[in-house]
C-alpha cells in the first residue's frame, strides 16, 4: 500500500511504534484502553498518549486529501522536467492507473 492509501483510511488506523521497536518503550507499557481507541497513533515517546484522539485532531481534511487521486499531480509534472526520474515517473503513472 501506498501512504496515501493508508493515510486515506487514517480513521481505522493503528500505529503502536512499540510493536517494531521503534518506541522509547515497550508494549506491554501502552495504556491498555487506548489499544481500543480508532484512530490510534501512539506516541512514540509516551505509552499514554494517542496523538490521533478525536478530542485533538480532525482526520477528516487528510482523508480528503490523501484518497484524491490528484494530490501528487503538482509534483509528478515537476519531476517530469528531470531528465532523470522521466522514465522512472512513466513507469509509476503507468502502474497507478492499471492497479485497480
Known amino acids: 500500500k501506498s501512504v496515501f492509501d493508508v493515510l486515506s483510511n487514517f480513521d481505522t488506523i493503528k500505529v503502536l511504534w512499540a510493536d517494531i521497536g521503534a518506541a ?6 501502552i495504556w491498555r484502553p487506548l489499544l481500543s481507541h480508532e484512530p490510534l497513533f501512539m506516541d512514540p515517546v509516551n505509552p499514554v498518549v494517542n496523538l490521533a484522539d478525536a478530542n485533538f485532531f480532525d482526520a477528516r481534511d487528510l482523508n480528503k486529501f490523501a484518497s484524491d487521486p490528484k494530490t501528487l499531480d503538482v509534483f509528478r509534472r515537476e519531476a517530469m522536467k528531470l531528465p532523470a526520474q522521466q522514465a522512472e515517473l512513466q513507469k509509476l503513472l503507468s502502474a497507478d492507473f492499471h492497479e485497480d
Not at 24 to 29: A, I, R, S
Open 24 to 29: 522509547t518503550y515497550e508494549l506491554q507499557d
